[in-house]
């Protein structure tokens, strides 16, 4: 069952957050950080008729990311949870997601906004966020329904910090 893929990465996070440490966990509570999605100029056509999309979801390589357990205390909550009932970024694929609000496009540059991601961080994917697919109000949500933290108000601490002290961050 276990196989090995070969990824690519397409561009790179450019972001403020230079340190995991005190970064926002998502993107909720990185209202109006700013930043970019450099591409490699050989994806630049693949960027076409972007624009007429408000946001964008980025997929990305938790690049600072070693290890795993597969029970984790999430930054929005106290007890421990199962890792796939989480986002936490000590994965056995290290993969992020986050959904960002696009501002512009420049060449083989995306500007964009509220961004939770690490500067540097590696991008795998980028797809348009498309409310007809990816919103569903009102279904269920887990422990998070019961979570009493803010996660606007939540900032990254070193819970995440792997055995070598490599870090990584997100909720």
Request: include cysteine; charged fraction near 25%.
């Amino acid at each position: 069952m276990n196989r090995s893929y070969t990824l690519t990465s397409i561009g790179t996070v450019r972001s403020p957050h230079l340190e995991c440490e005190g970064m926002p966990i998502q993107p909720l509570g990185a209202r109006g950080f700013r930043g970019a999605i450099e591409l490699d100029p050989m994806y630049e056509p693949g960027l076409a008729d972007l624009t007429g999309f408000s946001r964008v979801i980025v997929l990305y390589l938790f690049h600072r990311s070693t290890g795993y357990s597969l029970s984790v205390t999430p930054f929005l909550d106290t007890r421990p949870r199962g890792l796939f009932a989480t986002r936490a970024p000590r994965r056995p694929n290290p993969i992020g997601l986050s959904v960002l609000r696009l501002t512009g496009v420049e060449g083989c540059r995306l500007l964009v906004e509220d961004v939770d991601i690490l500067d540097g961080t590696p991008v795998l994917d980028i797809k348009p966020y498309v409310p007809l697919f990816d919103a569903f109000p009102g279904e269920a949500s887990g422990w998070f329904g019961e979570a009493c933290r803010d996660p606007a108000a939540v900032r990254a601490d070193r819970r995440f910090v792997g055995e070598d002290g490599t870090e990584s961050s997100d909720a």
